[in-house]
C-alpha cells in the first residue's frame, strides 16, 4: 500500500520560511515523481511544485518561483519543499502526491496522497 506523510507545516510571519516534508513508503520511490499541492479556504487545490523521480525536471507555479525550492532525498524516501520568503497567500493546507500521469500541475494525474499540513502566514 502506498503512503505519503507530509509534515513540516506551521504558523510564521511574512517574510518567514518552512520546509515541509514528504515521506513516501509502500512504493519504488525512485521511480516515481512527486508533486507538492495547496488548498486554500474556498479555493481550488492547485499545484506548487513537482519533482521528476530522476531530478532531471521540476515545475513550480509562477508565484512561487524563486522562493520555493524542491527536492528529494531518495536514500530517505524524501521530498521537501523549501518554503522561503511566505507571503499571506501562501496560506493553505499543503499536500504531496505520487505522480501517475498527465499535466504535472493538475491533480487528477496524480494516484495517491498525503494527508496534508496546514501552512498559515499571517502579515
Known amino acids: 500500500e502506498v503512503q505519503l506523510q507530509a509534515s513540516g507545516g506551521g504558523s510564521v510571519q511574512a517574510g518567514g520560511s518552512l520546509r515541509l516534508s514528504c515521506a513516501a513508503s509502500g512504493v519504488t520511490f525512485d521511480d516515481v515523481a512527486i508533486g507538492w499541492f495547496r488548498q486554500a479556504p474556498g479555493k481550488e487545490r492547485e499545484g506548487v511544485s513537482c519533482i521528476s523521480r530522476a531530478d532531471g525536471s521540476i515545475y513550480y507555479r509562477d508565484s512561487v518561483k524563486g522562493r520555493f525550492t524542491i527536492s528529494r532525498d531518495n536514500a530517505k524516501n524524501t521530498v521537501y519543499l523549501q518554503m522561503n520568503s511566505l507571503e499571506p497567500e501562501d496560506t493553505a493546507v499543503y499536500y504531496c502526491?505520487?505522480?501517475?500521469?498527465?499535466?504535472?500541475?493538475?491533480?487528477?494525474?496524480?494516484?495517491?496522497w498525503g494527508q496534508g499540513t496546514l501552512v498559515t502566514v499571517s502579515s
Open positions: 502526491a505520487a505522480y501517475r500521469s498527465g499535466a504535472l500541475d493538475v491533480h487528477s494525474s496524480y494516484a495517491y
